[in-house]
Nanobody, 122 residues
Framework: QVQLVESGGGLVQAGGSLRLSCAAS????????MSWFRQAPGKEREFVAA????????SYADSVKGRFTVSRDNAKNTGYLQMNSLKPEDTAVYYC???????????????WGQGTQVTVSS
């Protein structure tokens, strides 16, 4: 059984930084990508970033390009989302997901973290 445990969320001022971690335990059914999504109150869940577990190739939503960096440490079975230059509109619950066949499509992901709140104050 695969479990994803997220950490690193919190409250930060605009312009600040946070690093989210997504630690995987157990065996993954599928490799593919580890992807990050976020959901703000009253809004749909949206794609943020993704990384191919094997190649390290990355993909980003236009809204976070140049500010966020996704990475992974294969030895630790952990993915990271480094968030810099945070804006109030980044406020959301952030979810990591694994086994994402299509990186930006939540429905293609096999496993999900519990979510972690990121709040950016102005």
């Amino acid at each position: 059984q695969v479990q994803l445990v997220e950490s690193g969320g919190g409250l930060v001022q605009a312009g600040g930084s946070l690093r989210l971690s997504c630690a995987a335990s157990g065996r993954t059914f599928s490799s593919y990508a580890m992807s990050w999504f976020r959901q703000a109150p009253g809004k749909e869940r949206e794609f943020v970033a993704a990384i191919s577990w094997s190649s390290g190739g990355t993909s980003y939503a236009d809204s976070v390009k140049g500010r966020f960096t996704v990475s992974r440490d294969n030895a630790k079975n952990t993915g990271y989302l480094q968030m810099n230059s945070l804006k109030p509109e980044d406020t959301a619950v952030y979810y990591c997901a694994a086994g994402c066949y299509t990186w930006h499509l939540a429905r293609s992901c096999d496993y999900w973290g519990q979510g972690t709140q990121v709040t950016v104050s102005s």
